[in-house]
T-cell receptor, first 116, second 114 residues
Framework: SAVISQKPSRDICQRGTSLTIQCQVDSQVTMMFWYRQQPGQSLTLIAT?????????ESGFVIDKFPISRPNLTFSTLTVSNLSPEDSSIYLC?????????????FGSGTRLTVV | AQSVAQPEDQVNVAEGNPLTVKCTYS??????LFWYVQYPNRGLQFLLKYITGDNLVKGSYGFEAEFNKSQTSFHLKKPSALVSDSALYFCAVRRSGSARQLTFGSGTQLTVLP
């Protein structure tokens, strides 16, 4: 299965600043997903990042707040903009592999963001 | 729309006893179902999945799950719990149609007592 390198693993940021999270995959994948996990809660999908087109955002998430880049089939970034304490969460990227011999999702190790 | 329900926020079980973590789902078409475990300060780890085939699915660390179509359930089980199994467990279902995103349940905190 794919291996994902997600950076940074954690960060503490000031209000009003931005944080960019990177995910590098060791193989080419069509779809990459970005999730948010707020403290003590489940994972919520932010958006689907597709190479060569704009990301598709879920209800409640907007591009101005969570701009996403997907320059190629192995890399994506999520930026969390104009940070507020409510943005303190774990952010995870994920890819899906739809192979005849296997079907599954792999997750990055997550980025723990604390906004002060 | 698809959804996943994990009715128990917390499950406590004594070490050596069998454990069950419950999950029910709602999705149109054939479900793709997954269980993940999350240890403190760590990412999600895949446990097992049901795509097709046998209703009883065996996964990592001695866990298994039974797909029950009539009850729309996919409960996670282990015959003998270990203290090291204590973690947060998530059930997830793939969205129907061409979308491939996962929808997660709310999570169940499993505590295995020594």
């Amino acid at each position: 299965s794919a291996v994902i390198s997600q950076k940074p693993s954690r960060d503490i940021c000031q209000r009003g600043t931005s944080l960019t999270i990177q995910c590098q995959v060791d193989s080419q994948v069509t779809m990459m997903f970005w999730y948010r996990q707020q403290p003590g809660q489940s994972l919520t999908l932010i958006a689907t990042a597709n190479q060569g087109s704009e990301a598709t955002y879920e209800s409640g998430f907007v591009i101005d707040k969570f701009p996403i880049s997907r320059p190629n089939l192995t890399f994506s970034t999520l930026t969390v903009s104009n940070l507020s304490p409510e943005d303190s969460s774990i952010y995870l990227c994920s890819v899906v592999e739809d192979l005849r011999s296997n079907y599954g999702y792999t997750f990055g190790s997550g980025t723990r963001l604390t906004v002060v | 729309a698809q959804s996943v329900a994990q009715p128990e926020d917390q499950v406590n079980v004594a070490e050596g006893n069998p454990l069950t973590v419950k999950c029910t789902y709602s999705v149109s078409g054939n479900p793709y179902l997954f269980w993940y475990v999350q240890y403190p300060n760590r990412g999600l780890q895949f446990l097992l999945k049901y795509i097709t085939g046998d209703n009883l699915v065996k996964g990592s660390y001695g866990f298994e799950a039974e797909f029950n179509k009539s009850q729309t359930s996919f409960h996670l089980k282990k015959p003998s719990a270990l203290v090291s199994d204590s973690a947060l467990y998530f059930c997830a279902v793939r969205r129907s149609g061409s979308a491939r995103q996962l929808t997660f349940g709310s999570g169940t905190q499993l505590t295995v007592l020594p």
